[in-house]
């Protein structure tokens, strides 16, 4: 299973840029990438998800570099409502997701 | 429309008891589990469900089962409530069972075994 390591807590105020890092040094050849967010008292809630270089959508965008050993979410101008857990998981699609760990999350505190 | 409701959303029972807990999916997927987040807050897969065939996390007591319907449905039975069955219970679903397919996860039900 790929072990991925990222950050306990975050601050940032209201209006910044946000990128959270995740590593995953023995991340494997067939493993994706993949963000989820939770807020207080909810399920976690897909983000993005990438396997190299730069996936954007409405939402954040994610930086892979090309030896795929971390990653990183990026957060544009984050608002109050972004406060929440942030997961990084690694994956392949032939394991499904019983060998995938969400491990500890990064817990994000917009400040207004 | 809730794609992902579970029942009940606060579950408070006695040790030794039996519980149920009750999960529905409205999105057409083929693939459902159950997740427990604990008090620290680790997300850990307990069940998958795909197709009629069910994958057990080994680490799972035998007290816990899970009863599939129909695709749709995945519910969650537990026999004779421990302490330390105390956490978050969530339910999800995707499309099918790989990684690029999302988790779609429910709101979660809250148990507490006193």
């Known amino acids: 299973l790929a072990k991925t390591t990222q950050p306990i807590s975050m601050d940032s105020y209201e209006g910044q840029e946000v990128n959270i890092t995740c590593s995953h040094n023995?991340?494997?050849?067939?493993?994706?990438i993949t963000w989820y967010q939770q807020f207080p008292s909810q399920g976690p809630r897909f983000i993005i998800q990438g396997y190299k270089t730069k996936v954007t959508n409405e939402v954040a965008s994610l930086f892979i570099p090309a030896d795929r050993k971390s990653s990183t979410l990026s957060l544009p101008r984050v608002s109050l409502s972004d406060t929440a857990v942030y997961y990084c998981l690694v994956g392949a699609d032939s394991g499904g997701y019983q060998k995938v760990t969400f491990g500890t999350g990064t817990k994000l505190q917009v400040i207004p | 429309d809730t794609a992902v409701s579970q029942t009940p959303k606060y579950l408070v029972t006695q040790m030794g008891n039996d519980k149920s807990i009750k999960c529905e999916q409205n999105l057409g997927h083929d693939t459902m589990y159950w997740y427990k987040q604990d008090s620290k807050k680790f997300l850990k897969i307990m069940f998958s469900?795909?197709?009629?065939?069910?994958?057990i996390n080994e680490t799972v007591p035998n007290r816990f089962s899970p009863k599939s319907p129909d695709k749709a449905h995945l519910n969650l039975h537990i026999n004779s409530l421990e302490l330390g069955d105390s956490a978050v219970y969530f339910c999800?679903?995707?499309?099918?069972?790989?990684?690029?397919?999302?988790?779609?996860f429910g709101n979660g039900t809250r148990l507490t075994v006193t």
């Open positions: 469900y795909n197709n009629k065939e069910l994958i």
């Open positions: 023995n991340i494997a050849t067939n493993d994706y």
């Open positions: 999800a679903s995707s499309q099918d069972e790989q990684i690029r397919s999302p988790l779609h």
